[in-house]
């Protein structure tokens, strides 16, 4: 996408991987892909920190011992620093204990495939992260912190105006563009008696939300092109009793994706475990990240891996051969390409593309880090 008059652009070159066997240029759609953005420096520097955050949290765990587990561990550090919380899937669960976004936060940004351009959005404050693109593409649905509590806006792409679509009480860190102009919304409620997370549903044209699901662990909701299922993260009906938790160790419960209808009361159905679920153009499948056990050079670990089934949980199966982990998929408008975020042992998060089918895997863009691409 071209700068527009009035807003600052930021024109970067892309670091595209050369090879016979990757996508080309002339494959991209001319759609853009919203990410949040942080320059070489910023990402260095966010690195460095969480690496010595872990560290200092081994050794109070393990008596400073080494340890070489990776897969959900680096996943949940990873995603407490770069993104926040988005939910209970994604570990800090309190906003009002987050750190306020600043200049060293990551960017709201658009990145045009084709041309390998980055156009920073100055209209969303540093920390913004993009959600869920309108039916049209005209408007980015994205989330801010406002007074302390994360709030979802939109932007009008062609005139620049930013409207908010929720407001306290409450704070809603993630949403999507449902059917008769709905809106879709993860809830965050802070209470006496606790945390509670779920997914609520707007009237048609928006305005006043209703309870879609129970909670108290539902988050990360994403919207069906067509209008006819909701998929989202889920840890509130897979709940293990207290005694079992203990037994095995754990102190959460591993997520999983349910697809269900826009209406409240409507059927639902279990896809499996997993994060990031979005669908195909098409409606007709749901990609996610999902937890797999691989054998490496150090032994059996836990790697992430993108994965796709039909929308009733059926037909599920992994694609591409990836050797890192890959979260956040999305797909292009046209239902040929996904994007993803790969990222390596050194935590660099780097933004991959593939074809739907799993061939032709190549880097789009690893100039500092792209985090959570919506296209």
Not at 307 to 320: E, K, M, N, T
Request: charged fraction near 25%.
């Amino acid at each position: 996408m071209s700068a527009r008059a009035g807003a600052a652009a930021l024109a970067t070159a892309l670091l595209f991987s050369i090879g016979c066997a990757g996508l080309s240029l002339s494959e991209m759609p001319a759609s853009p892909i919203a990410i949040r953005y942080l320059d070489p420096e910023q990402d260095r520097r966010a690195r460095q920190a969480l690496a010595d955050r872990r560290e200092a949290s081994r050794q109070r765990r393990d008596g400073g011992l080494p340890d070489t587990r990776r897969g959900v561990a680096v996943l949940r550090d990873i995603e407490q620093f770069f993104r926040g919380s988005l939910g209970p899937d994604r570990g800090v669960s309190k906003w009002r204990n987050r750190r306020e976004p600043d200049e060293r936060s990551p960017r709201l940004a658009l990145i045009d495939p084709r041309t390998g351009t980055l156009e920073l959005m100055p209209e969303a404050r540093p920390g913004s992260i993009p959600v869920a693109w309108s039916a049209d593409r005209q408007r980015l649905m994205f989330g801010q912190i406002q007074r302390g509590y994360p709030q979802l806006f939109e932007i009008d792409l062609e005139s620049r105006e930013v409207r908010p679509l929720t407001h306290e009480p409450g704070a809603h860190p993630w949403g999507c563009y449902g059917p008769e102009g709905r809106i879709v919304v993860e809830t965050h409620h802070y209470r006496e008696r606790g945390f509670r997370s779920l997914i609520e549903i707007s009237s048609p044209g928006g305005g006043r939300f209703q309870e879609l699901t129970p909670g108290p662990a539902d988050s990360r909701p994403s919207c069906a092109p067509n209008g006819s299922a909701i998929a989202y993260v889920s840890k509130s009906r897979f709940a293990t009793p207290a005694s079992a938790k203990r037994r095995q160790g754990t102190r959460e419960q591993r997520p999983q994706i349910v697809v269900r209808a826009p209406e409240t009361g409507g059927e639902s159905a279990i896809v499996g475990p997993g994060i990031d679920p979005s669908f195909t153009p098409d409606s007709r499948q749901i990609l996610y990240s999902a937890p797999q056990r691989v054998t490496s050079e150090r032994g059996v670990e836990t790697r992430w891996r993108l994965r796709r089934a039909r929308v009733s949980g059926l037909g599920r199966g992994g694609f591409g051969t990836g050797s890192i982990d890959e979260v956040e998929p999305t797909v292009s408008p046209d239902g040929r390409i996904v994007a993803f975020v790969g990222i390596d042992a050194d935590l660099h998060n780097t933004l991959y593309v593939r074809r739907i089918d799993g061939s032709g895997e190549r880097i789009l863009f690893n100039h500092g880090a792209a985090l959570g691409p919506i296209w």
